[in-house]
């Protein structure tokens, strides 16, 4: 569980996916479409693939891809996402890091 909440936290938006899988796909594409940049893990092709499958499934996820992370935290798959969408739940966050000097855009599930 340790890997799966340690790369879920490692972005602001996370997904876990399959190769395969055109739910994954779309559902990255409706991310991306609202400015965000997603770190993406396709299990199948990952080394620990099937033990982050099985930790996704014991977090709730059925199926187990596509499972999404915001703001560190598990949102849900596929059907929790486009709720969001179709209810208007997602915002665009700016955060302006002084040390840095560069602005960030995050993508916000509003619950």
């Known amino acids: 569980m340790d890997m799966v ?17 055109c739910i994954s796909h779309t559902i990255e594409t409706l991310i991306r479409s609202f400015g965000a940049n997603p770190i993406v893990y396709e299990l199948d092709t990952h080394p620990n693939g099937k033990q982050m499958e099985k930790t996704l499934i014991e977090l709730g996820c059925h199926p187990s891809v596509p499972a999404i992370f915001i703001g560190k935290e598990l949102v849900g798959g596929a059907n929790g996402i486009m709720s969001f969408n179709v209810r208007g739940n997602f915002a665009l966050s700016t955060v302006y890091n002084m040390h840095e000097e560069h602005v960030y855009v995050y993508l916000v599930a509003i619950l």
Request: some cysteine.
């Open 5 to 21: 909440m340690k790369f879920g936290a490692s972005s602001a938006v996370v997904i876990f996916t399959k190769s395969s899988c």
